[in-house]
C-alpha cells in the first residue's frame, strides 16, 4: 500500500534551519509530483508547492518563495523539505502528499511538527 | 483571510444531509474544473474525499458528493454518521502562480 513516513518533531531556534524527509513506499516514486503543505497550530492548510519527481524541479507557491527549498533523493524515493533562516511563525506541522490531479493529493505523510522557539 | 469563502460551522442529525458552499472567484472556482475537499479529523492529516469538482477517489463512500456552479463549488454528504464529524476544507486551483487556495475550513457536527 502506498506510505508517506516523515521525520519527526523539530524543535528549533530563530535563525535555524531544519530539513524534513519524506520516504515513500508502495509505488513509482517518479509517477506522482510531490507536495507540501502547511497548517499553522488550529489554523488551515496552505499549499506550500511541488517538485516534479521525474525533473526534480520545484514550484513554490506564492510565500513560500526564498527560504523554502524541495528537494529530492530518488534513488531511496525520498522528499525533502528545508527551510532556512526560521521564524516563529514558521510552527506548523508539514504535511508531505502524493498529487493525482492538480490540487489533488491522495496519500499524505503523518505531518512533521517544527516548532521555532527562542 | 482565506482565498475561498467556507461556512465556519454546519450540522445535521444522524441520517440527515447537509451542504458546505466555498466560493471563490472568476479566477479560480469559476475557471477551472479542479475544486477538491477534504476531511480532516483532529490530530490526523486531511483525507481527499472529492477532486475535479465530482471525482471520489477509491475507497470514499459515495455519501459524498460534489458539484459546481459559477464561483461556488459544494459538498454534500448525505445519511449522515457520526464518523462524519470532522474539519472539511475546500481548495481549487488558482493558475500556475498561486497554485492552490484553501478555504478557511467547516467544522461538521453531527448532532
Known sequence: ?118 | QSALTQPPSASGSPGQSVTISCTGTSSDVGFYNFVSWYQQHPGKAPKLIIYEVTKRPSGVPDRFSGSKSGNTASLTVSGLQAEDEADYYCTSYAGSKILGVFGGGTKLTVL
Open chain 1, 1 to 118: 500500500q502506498v506510505q508517506l513516513v516523515q521525520s519527526g518533531s523539530e524543535l528549533k531556534k530563530p535563525g535555524a534551519s531544519v530539513k524534513v524527509s519524506c520516504k515513500a513506499s508502495g509505488y513509482t516514486f517518479t509517477y506522482f509530483a510531490m507536495t507540501w503543505v502547511r497548517q499553522a497550530p488550529g489554523q488551515g492548510l496552505e499549499w506550500m508547492g511541488w517538485i516534479n519527481t521525474n525533473t526534480g524541479k520545484p514550484t513554490y507557491a506564492q510565500g513560500f518563495t526564498g527560504r523554502f527549498v524541495f528537494s529530492l533523493d530518488s534513488s531511496v524515493g525520498t522528499a525533502f523539505l528545508q527551510i532556512s533562516s526560521l521564524k516563529p511563525e514558521d510552527t506548523a506541522v508539514y504535511y508531505c502528499a502524493r498529487e493525482i490531479s492538480m490540487v489533488a493529493v491522495d496519500s499524505w505523510g503523518q505531518g512533521t511538527l517544527v516548532t521555532v522557539s527562542s
